[in-house]
């Protein structure tokens, strides 16, 4: 097995043990403020990874940082490479913000729609798929979710590939 079929079965799993974990999180009897709430959670969990793997950040320091300043750092050093992936994660933030600070929070057709509109023609393909705002709501974060935990297991296998070429040019040196 080469070098590039581990990494995609590598992603695979991770993908597979995401999926298992997103099921349990994002479960169909969750109201769609919970479900706002923990995506944003899940997000920044796998935001701040990536911010410390990259560099950008310490532990401590990322303590420090709000999710926007997290996203913003995110973006001005190219690690999230789709704009999309920053704009969804913008507005999951406007959202997990209205949601907590506005106790009769009521999911509307507008709050699904800023997030899906951003994976374009797509969403709007499927969006009538679905029998509740909710149900369209769960599908819309779950695809913002992957989208930033592929990015994270990409990065953390890139630099595993990256130390291992490493490790064979000093030991092709020191032979």
């Known amino acids: 097995m080469d070098d590039q079929e581990k990494q995609k079965s590598e992603l695979s799993k991770h993908l597979r043990v995401l999926k298992d974990k997103l099921v349990r999180f994002l479960s169909p009897q969750t109201p769609p403020d919970v479900l706002i709430i ?8 796998y935001l701040n990874q990536i911010l410390i793997l990259k560099g950008i950040c310490s532990a401590d320091q990322i303590n420090n940082l709000s999710f926007s300043e997290k996203n913003e750092k995110a973006l001005d050093k190219n690690i999230i490479i789709e704009k999309s992936s920053y704009d969804a994660l913008k507005i999951l933030n406007k959202l997990r913000n209205k949601v907590g600070h506005e106790l009769e929070y009521v999911l509307s057709e507008s709050d699904v729609d800023s997030l899906g509109f951003i994976q374009g023609k797509e969403y709007i393909l499927n969006k009538y798929d679905f029998e509740t705002l909710a149900e369209q709501l769960r599908d819309t974060l779950t695809d913002v979710v992957i989208n930033i935990a592929v ?24 032979s």
């Open 38 to 45: 923990k995506s944003h959670l899940i997000c920044e969990y």
């Open 151 to 174: 990015r994270l297991f990409k990065l953390v296998e890139a630099q595993k590939t990256a130390s291992s070429e490493m490790v064979k040019q000093v030991l092709a040196k020191n």
